[in-house]
């Protein structure tokens, strides 16, 4: 089944095409950061308007470039929430008017369940059951998974997202938007325990997690050492920038080691913006290969939002038959685990 992929749930516009046979064909992006890097944040009306301008050339070059055309489509799968509204209708206003024009199925599908599977487009996939730890800008989660919409929530952050505390802290140092990334490479030039910073929530029983005390910390060392110009000095910013990223990572490698003895499961899928953080994959594999456990990501692309986890996650539920009816669907608000289960007989693939 030939899928094509749309995603348009935040500030990235996202298409690729997806066989069931021959695995991911092209896949194409465009980012809007550049659009949101003055107001140091996303407005909601301007990244729908951008999609709008944006999608239809995307739609062209990913279909040029996997060689296709529109009819040879078979189904289409977008993401239908959580996410921005009118981002999200967007994205669902074309792939259902595309859909009517084709006569195909349109499947709106969880923008997290596509983070969740985005591992399964490399070379070598997990197999289920597994846990996976959904670490981006909105979640902060670990999830029982037992086969494609067999999920199970165990813990969730219950302020910050772990993405959210990287993007406050990283404003709060005056870096470049978007700012966890940027963090995450000055920290690596940092001096990771010149500042002690605390561990929240990994003194007590339980998955749940909590990053806006590390803010309050950050704010008080800024404040601490602050020049005159209002902030520290750049070697001590380095080090803020370790010591913070470090303690988010064990805060996420703690409770994943927690998840994974709870489930008894030996497999763990990081997904989401934050699992491309270098150092969280190494305290993480480090941490799991002395319990005989492993972990899977995604490349680095497919970690934060992109069509082609939206074309892989859609193929899967359409090819069991799950379609929308002719209307556009969008969930702002939208629990992972209330997602219908696949069929029985492709549980596993
Ligand atoms: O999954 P994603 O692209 O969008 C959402 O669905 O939210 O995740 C974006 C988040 C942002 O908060 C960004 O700062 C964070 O992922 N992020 C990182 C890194 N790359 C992206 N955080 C820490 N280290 C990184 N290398
Ligand atoms: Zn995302």
Known sequence: MLV???????????????????????????????????????????????????????LKRVLEEANISK???????????P???????VGGAMATA??????????????????????????????????ALLVSGGHTQLVSVKAIGEYELLGES????????????????????????????????????????????????GLDFSFSGLKTFTRNLIHKHRGADELPDDKTILDICAGFQEAVVDSLVIKCRRALNQTQMKTLVIAGGVSANTRLRHKLEVALAKEGAEVFYARHEFC?????????????????????????????RWPLDQLPALESSLKGK
């Open 71 to 81: 009819v040879d489509i078979d189904g289409i799968a977008y993401t239908s929430g």
């Open 4 to 58: 094509l992929g749309i995603e348009t749930s935040c500030d990235e516009t996202g298409l690729a095409v997806y066989d069931s046979e021959r695995g991911l064909l092209a896949h194409t992006l465009y980012s809007q950061v550049k659009l949101h890097a003055e107001y140091g944040g996303v407005v909601p009306e301007l990244a729908s308007r951008d999609h709008v301008r944006k999608i239809i050339p995307l």
């Open 304 to 332: 934060t939002d992109n069509g082609a986890m939206i074309a892989y996650a859609g193929c899967q539920r359409l090819i069991a038959g799950q379609a929308n009816k002719l209307e556009i669907s969008a969930t702002p």
């Open 158 to 205: 219950l302020d910050d997202a772990a993405g959210e505390a990287f993007d406050k802290t990283a404003k709060m140092l005056d870096l470049d938007y978007p700012g966890g990334p940027v963090l995450a490479v000055m920290a690596d030039r940092g001096q990771i325990d010149r500042f002690d910073f605390p561990r929240p929530m990994t003194d007590r029983p």
């Open 83 to 89: 996410g921005l509204m009118g981002a999200l209708m």
């Open 98 to 131: 595309l859909g009517f024009a084709l006569d195909i199925p349109v499947l709106g599908v969880h923008h997290m369940e596509g983070h969740l599977l985005a591992p399964m487009l490399e070379d070598s996939p997990p197999n289920f059951p597994f846990v």
